[in-house]
């Protein structure tokens, strides 16, 4: 059927629709509205900043003063939260309400400071009629609403199910007739939300069949033969105990060397707790059974701290370090082929096509999101049977990581060793960088070392940078101030950094580049300055470059912008995982560890903040129909085994 078949859509709106890619009914009414003008209740818990909100609450106390405006500030229970409202230059209304009144209030949220700035406030707590709101220029929503109402009517088009009897009843999900109605004429906001978490639940289910598909081809190998005896005694010869968390991840990494196939593990650690001891003794399982391992870092500063520590660590084994600078790359690579060289650490080098393996059983990844999709498919071609282990020190979400990482097993390192003293963390506005810069000089004159970051290495930001907090630092630090950025050369900035390790106190000015790799026990003091270029878990992550040993340490972020609020999050939030949530809500899936809204994360309706349950609730369901296959015959699984085939 042609569009022109369509009530109330002539010539001239069929041609501004179909520039807009539709040209039958049924892609129209597969062309869900934009948004909804509506007075949607919402559940304050899962507000989001700088949203616009509808709540329904009590006042609790009203106030109001002039400063360059009048304000009218009420305080508003809404379910068990207490938020405030603020009314802007509408006095006439102190006459209105009073303290008790229940109100429906309209406005956009700000999550820090729990506020809403008040468009519509009224006693009046009736939801109103939902409009549909579709965004296509030249045609109005009125229209197309008329248009669609008429296919609906007269049974101008035929809506297939997509999804098996089964699953709608277990996630008590309407039909998709009933989800495309409700999508275009919902008649109360419950329908509305209804047909959504349809939406939501296909989504969900799509994103997991494509990670989930890998187990369809699960790679087979023997169980790495390790010597636990040997592992044993390592464990015992530490200079400390194991924390409870890093015990557990252990085992977890050795039951997976026990399975006939190939694993994938993320294991999550929160700064200084302690992933690395983690990732050596999951190396040395390998070596016991006569395997190579290799452990790929983003940074040559990193490559080389991660090589002395092993090389120390692991004395019985041959341990060689590949990067870019390395003289004698041809001899490690002629022993790496032969079997001589057991552990292989390095930067993207240990990915080229020339480095090659006699035996690789293990893979580590540290801070794997650093790397392209290519590199790491390149280090994983080193090896068609070895287990995988990512690390990262920036917590991930639990539904960004299953978005993410939903073929991988999880295993979390929450907790720090207990000899790391708790770091305090303030925020100053930038008229106090005087009283910092003494703080500054007396650590370096006490012998300890601070870190001064910014955001820029020259003058693109006009707040700080390299250049301009040069000039501020180099008069009352001189020689004792060391400046590392992006644009010097990996030799000069590894000499910078051993220099600076090795100074009497010191003060090293740089770029975020220092948030993984440099672990300075006589670290105290960070300063970040115009911290409002920076995301939560970046500061937390480069928090973590502080208070590495027993000294009191101490973590300052300082900005004149206004994001008072979001970084005092910091002054009372020190686990990365709680962080990481609030970035996610705050920034949103895109932003989150500098990624792009590319490929997995297009997610149109999933909120990744807060739909957990359903992208859990997708992935045992994915792995229950991949590992079916009966299911996968059945006719009604027909467009999810064809999600499958999908190249």
Known sequence: MKLENISYIGNKTAYILRQNNIWTPYDLVMNFPKSYENYNIINLNEAKHNEVITVIGRILNIEHFKAKVHVIKLLIKVEKFQVS???????????????????????????????????????????????????????????????????????????????????????????????????????????LNYSIRRLKYEEAIEMQLKLQKG???????????????????????????????????????????????????????????????????????????????????????????????????????????????????????????????????????????????????????????????????????????ANLIYLTATPIPRTLGIAMFGDLATSEIKSRPSFQKPVKTKHFEESKLNLIINEIVETVEKGEHVFVVVPAISSELKDFNIENTAQILRPVLNEKLYILHGEISSEDRNKIIEDFSNSNGGVLLATSMIEVGIDLKSATLMVVLAAENFGLSQLHQLRGRVGRGDKESKFYTISNKEDVERLKILERVSSGFKLSEYDL?????????????????????????????????????????????????????????KILNEE
């Not at 199910?161 to 275009?184: A, G």
């Open 585 to 641: 809500k705050l920034r949103g899936p895109g932003e989150f560890l500098g990624l792009r809204q590319s490929g997995i994360l297009k997610a149109k309706y999933l909120d990744f903040s807060i739909d957990y349950k359903i992208l859990m609730d997708a992935r045992k369901l994915s792995i229950k129909i991949i590992s079916n296959e009966s299911l996968l015959e059945n006719p009604s699984y027909y467009y999810l085994n």
């Open 85 to 191: 409202a603020l009314i802007f230059n509408q006095p006439f209304l102190l006459k209105s309400f009073k303290v008790d009144d229940e109100v429906l209030i309209k406005g956009k949220y700000n999550l820090y400071s729990k506020e809403i700035a008040v468009s519509t406030i009224s006693k009046n707590l009736s939801k109103k009629e939902i409009t549909p709101i579709y965004n296509i220029e030249g045609v109005t929503d009125y229209m197309i609403s008329r248009a669609i109402n008429d296919i609906f009517t007269n049974n101008k088009v035929e809506i297939y199910e997509t999804l098996p009897q089964s699953i709608l009843k277990k996630f008590s999900l309407p039909s998709r007739v009933e989800m495309v109605k409700n999508l275009h004429m919902p008649e109360t906001i419950e329908k």
């Open 215 to 385: 187990l369809l081809k699960k790679i087979t190998r023997l169980p790495i033969d390790y010597d636990i005896e040997k592992v044993r005694e390592f464990i015992n010869t530490l200079p400390f105990e194991l924390i409870k968390d890093q015990k557990e991840v252990v085992n977890e990494i050795y039951r997976d060397f026990k399975k006939d196939y190939q694993t994938k593990r993320l294991i999550q650690g929160d700064v200084g707790s302690g992933k690395t001891i983690v990732a050596i003794i999951a190396i040395l399982g390998v070596l016991t059974a006569g395997k190579q391992a290799v452990l790929m870092v983003p940074t040559e500063i990193l490559a080389s701290q991660q090589y002395e520590t092993i090389k120390k660590m692991l004395v019985s084994y041959n341990v060689s370090l590949l990067t870019s600078k390395v003289g004698n790359k041809q001899e490690i690579l002629s022993k790496l082929e032969s079997g001589e060289i057991d552990v292989l650490v390095g930067t993207h080098s240990v990915a080229s096509e020339y480095v090659l393996f006699k035996d690789l059983g293990l893979i580590i990844i540290d801070e794997q999101h650093k790397f392209g999709v290519e590199l790491r498919e390149s280090l994983f071609k080193k090896s068609e049977s």
